[in-house]
């Protein structure tokens, strides 16, 4: 079985059952692709994300109340551009981040951040 077709597979589990977000006002991408995306990455294995489960071992921050931050990475103002850059490249904003580049592109970053940034319901 390829690593692929197990990831793919992974996204459709995590996802069965739940419900969408609302597109957020403002924001750019869809939603419901970027909880997609965020499974397809595997981003819930190091990140506590809101409507995604998985493992219950954490190495990153927890997702849950991003849109009310007002810092990414303790860095950057919280917009939707530089959560992009950060997803897309986070060790060209900090150099000593944990978080690895994951090869997100530029779409998928978009729509990820529609999500995070969507008000939950």
């Known amino acids: 079985m390829s690593a692929r077709l197990l990831i793919g597979g992974l996204a459709l589990a995590l996802l069965a059952g739940c419900e969408g977000r609302p597109a957020p006002t403002g924001l750019q991408g869809d939603p419901a692709r970027g909880r997609i995306a965020l499974a397809q990455h595997a981003c819930r294995a190091c990140h506590m994300i809101p409507g995604l489960t998985g493992p219950e071992s954490y190495v990153g921050r927890p997702l849950v109340d991003l ?4 810092f990414i990475a303790g860095k950057l103002p919280n917009t ?4 992009v ?3 897309r490249d986070p ?4 150099p000593h981040t944990a978080m690895p580049a994951m090869g997100v592109s530029e779409r998928d ?3 990820m951040t529609a999500w995070l940034l969507a008000p939950e319901q």
Do not use: F, G, M, Y
């Open 80 to 83: 939707q551009a530089n959560l």
């Open 85 to 87: 850059r950060w997803i």
């Open 91 to 94: 060790k060209s904003i900090d």
């Open 109 to 111: 970053a978009l729509d």
């Open 67 to 70: 849109a009310e931050r007002r």
